[in-house]
């Protein structure tokens, strides 16, 4: 379908949209621009129109199109085009059209700008001077690219690429991205939002001009998708969607509200860019971008603030792994430092932190104590109740005596029912008195299912020239003393 234009006009077009009162629509608001504009209803439409005839402008209405379905035939109709100019007039929840239909542009250099776009909705007279200045607007070419913007988006990519830099701390890499994006000109504000486990959003980071506060907008700073705001602000959008979301004019997302606090600050233009998933699946969060106006970008800086979010997702990746990596450590030296039944050290990790304790004690002159003790007739507690009766009395003993001991104190199981208790700062005498809290405390407590249990302990105080293998020597035999003389009684070493 075609339509005459005015007298005067030599300009021609093909509008393509599959929404017939969108054609009806532009034909009303814009075909007086055109001496003759064809209207095509899909893809083979205006494929066939423009192998016919190639026009001044092809102006594509990309409001239900879909990439995954409908990005190769759009892809292949611009190609067709070799550079001529293309106005894309494409929803605001759906930008990623735009750098993925530039990237289709083969027939132009990196420079040309031979594909424009709007930002839809947009009212009819700006519409109209949208279409009005692509007919008279001459064209673009590399040349005419400014060298103070491409100086600006190398640097936005080498600062992007040094925030890898903190990739091992996620707020510190969400911190030193907002710092990279706030350098490039325009920017007035940047944040953050970034996917927690429990799938809802969090604002990591945000770096802006004062009074700029996103907290403020969005009534919260976790928990985002139940914000109010959830359905329109550009950050949000493209956190929980996956789609890159462009506002350039605050009221296209149709909150009033929204659109006098950004205009209040100065705003002009609003965006949120996924941060890229590994696979399929939600997106890890989103960049947020405010900026003072709201002119197109090009292709190199479309490029460049999706190469950004992609490098994001690289840190946070590498953030991820890092804290996996420091959780799987933390676990394996739990596994190899904590006895599983009673939770306290075990044997290997008591000697290596008794050797260090006594090397610390000889380097400051100060006392270290060592002391033993062992459940008195452990052996007829499993024979008469049991074995899950003797680890209840096992984790019983432990506890009573943790909760006896200093922070400094550590309690280590060294065998069956045998523990030891290594007390710096602590001599002979200090841990005499510690040795008999820990006897007292352990008889009088009720054991479930043995009723009451008791303990031999032996005390020790380190030596001068001492080793460890000597110091548990002695600590041993004073325990073997204490069962000699009649159990549930403290010994001292001997020298």
């Not at 709007?118 to 949208?130: Q, Y």
């Not at 400051?364 to 499993?382: E, G, Q, S």
Request: net charge negative; aromatic share 4%.
């Amino acid at each position: 379908m075609s339509q005459q234009g005015r007298e005067g006009s030599t300009s021609t077009g093909i509008y393509l949209s599959p929404m017939a009162q969108r054609r009806a629509e532009f034909e009303e608001v814009c075909g007086p621009l055109f001496a003759q504009l064809d209207l095509a209803d899909g893809i083979d439409a205006a494929t066939t129109q423009l192998a016919a005839r190639q026009p001044d402008l092809l102006v594509l209405e990309l409001e239900r199109f879909t990439p995954g379905i409908d990005l190769d035939a759009l892809s292949a109709l611009i190609a067709l085009r070799a550079g001529a100019p293309t106005l894309l007039l494409c929803p605001f929840d759906s930008a990623g059209w735009i750098a993925a239909l530039m990237a289709a542009d083969a027939g132009a250099d990196a420079g040309a700008q031979a594909i424009s776009y709007a930002i839809t909705p947009a009212p009819p007279e700006r519409l109209r001077a949208l279409v009005e200045a692509q007919l008279h607007a001459p064209a673009a070419s590399a040349a005419d690219a400014d060298p103070e913007r491409l100086r600006s988006l190398l640097a936005l990519r080498a600062r992007a690429q040094a925030t890898l830099r903190e990739a091992e701390d996620a707020p510190r890499l969400a911190e030193a991205l907002c710092e990279a994006l706030r350098g490039w000109p325009g920017v007035l504000h940047a944040a953050v939002l970034r996917r927690q486990l429990d799938g809802d959003l969090q604002l990591e980071a945000q770096l802006g001009v004062p009074d700029l506060v996103l907290g403020g907008l969005l009534q919260r700073t976790d928990r985002l998708l139940q914000a109010p705001l959830r359905h329109a602000f550009p950050g949000l959008l493209a956190a929980a969607g996956g789609e890159l979301v462009l506002l350039d004019d605050p009221s296209q997302a149709g909150e009033p509200g929204m659109a006098l606090f950004l205009r209040a600050h100065g705003v002009a233009l609003a965006a949120g860019l996924p941060i890229p998933a590994d696979g399929p699946g939600a997106p890890r969060g989103a960049l947020s971008l405010l900026m003072d106006s709201a002119r197109p970008w090009s292709r190199d800086e479309w490029d460049t603030l999706l190469d950004v979010a992609r490098l994001a997702a690289a840190g946070f990746r590498t953030a991820e792994l890092h804290l996996e990596n420091e959780t799987l450590l933390a676990r394996l030296t739990h596994v190899s430092t904590v006895d599983a039944l009673t939770g306290v050290a075990n044997r290997r990790h008591g000697e290596e932190l008794l050797e260090k304790e006594i090397r610390r004690a000889r380097r400051y002159r100060l006392p270290l104590a060592l002391l033993a003790f062992d459940i008195d007739r452990f052996k007829t507690i499993n024979d008469n109740y049991g074995y899950p009766v003797g680890d209840v009395a096992l984790r019983t003993v432990a506890d009573l005596t943790r909760a006896v001991l200093r922070a400094s104190d550590v309690l280590v199981r060294s065998g069956g029912q045998e523990f030891q208790i290594v007390a710096p700062h602590t001599s002979a005498i200090d841990g005499l008195k510690v040795a008999e809290k820990i006897r007292q405390a352990i008889a009088q407590a009720a054991i479930p299912g043995c009723d009451h249990v008791t303990v031999s302990l032996g005390v020790a105080q380190l030596g001068e020239q001492e080793s460890a293998d000597s110091l548990a020597q002695r600590v041993d035999a004073a325990t073997r003393r204490a069962k000699r003389a009649g159990r549930n009684c403290v010994e001292l070493a001997m020298q």
